[in-house]
């Protein structure tokens, strides 16, 4: 990195960050300590008021911002798809605050840089999932991010759908919300789960009846965002696809999927499929989807469950 886009980058990294040492700085590009002192003093002669306060480092001043930006195509164009993404996928708050910033976005290129963005966005399409604007999750979405934002707990109605329990499939519970994240094909709000004494993930889905408490709490400092927990799933599915099916099922992967195998032994042509999920009925409904193309190995008692439910399945439309 040349000096002058290092300097540009330590002004973007005390306006990312805030405060930073001379020692975080000097990690973060590589260099040395006595080359920060050096960029820090060129940096306020140039103008930008940077503050050194004694045992905590280099800040900006409150309220400075860099001028504007000039963007390359390919920048310009990602930030304007990424922005109109989520102006169609998101609830209506986020969609418009989206739409808002593609105009200011737009408002400060060049007519030439216009043209070329414009040709790539009309050439380029993104389809996300309608999961991240639409049902339930959309309903919820902007009071749990309130939530969040205000530290406030939250108390819902939970349906848990792999329940053992019938009597516990549906329960009212209260959470301290951390974090949201979209994963697979859904919304997932981490939190404090105040029934369970820890910290548990909850489908946004499955929620209702949610309602923001005059309660607030504090978020753990060493809490990081994190992907529902794939470690707990512990039973393990094995399934041999038939050849004609073997393509569709890897254009149609379940979630639940973790490995395929060509051509397993003694089986030329065929997809060996392994699946890792919580409970056998999750994959159940994907299995039977492929029909007598698909041959589950293991587990046996899986195998029951599906034998049990192909008889009802024939006896229903039997004469």
Not at 23 to 40: G, V
Not at 90 to 104: H, I, L, P, R
Not at 116 to 128: G, Y
Request: with cysteine; net charge negative.
């Amino acid at each position: 990195m040349n000096r002058t886009d290092r300097l540009l980058a330590i002004v973007l990294e005390l306006q990312r960050y805030g405060a930073r040492r001379a020692e975080d700085l000097a990690t973060t590009f590589e260099t040395s300590k006595r080359t920060i002192y050096r960029d820090i003093q060129a940096l306020c002669e140039s103008g930008v008021p940077v503050v050194a306060q004694a045992g905590v480092g280099y800040s900006l001043v409150e309220g400075y911002f860099l001028p504007p930006l000039s963007f390359s195509t390919d920048e310009a164009t990602m930030l304007l798809l990424g922005s109109e993404l989520l102006a169609g996928h998101f609830d209506d708050q986020y969609g418009e605050v989206s739409k808002s910033a593609s105009s200011k976005i737009e408002a400060v290129l060049s007519e030439k840089l216009r043209g070329e963005v414009n040709f790539l966005r009309e050439s380029i399409v993104l389809v996300a999932p309608q999961t991240l604007a639409s049902g339930i999750s959309a309903t919820f979405l902007p009071a749990i991010r309130r939530a969040i934002i205000e530290r406030k707990t939250i108390r819902f109605h939970y349906h848990t759908r792999y329940s053992m329990d019938r009597a516990q499939a549906k329960k009212t519970r209260e959470a301290d919300p951390y974090s949201l994240v979209h994963y697979g094909d859904a919304w997932y709000l981490n939190g404090f789960c105040h029934l369970r004494k820890e910290l548990r993930q909850f489908r946004l889905d499955r929620i209702s009846d949610l309602k923001l408490l005059d309660k607030s709490f504090v978020r753990p400092a060493d809490y990081k965002l994190e992907a529902p927990d794939e470690d707990d799933r512990n039973v393990t599915v094995r399934a041999l696809f038939h050849p004609d099916a073997a393509p569709w099922v890897r254009e149609s992967r379940s979630y639940y999927v973790t490995d395929m195998q060509d051509n397993p032994e003694g089986h030329p042509d065929c997809l060996l499929v392994t699946l890792k999920a919580h409970f056998e009925t999750e994959v159940i409904s994907w299995l039977l989807s492929w029909g007598s193309r698909v041959e589950v190995l293991e587990p046996e008692s899986l195998k029951r469950r599906l034998a049990n439910i192909a008889k009802e399945i024939y006896e229903k439309y039997s004469d």
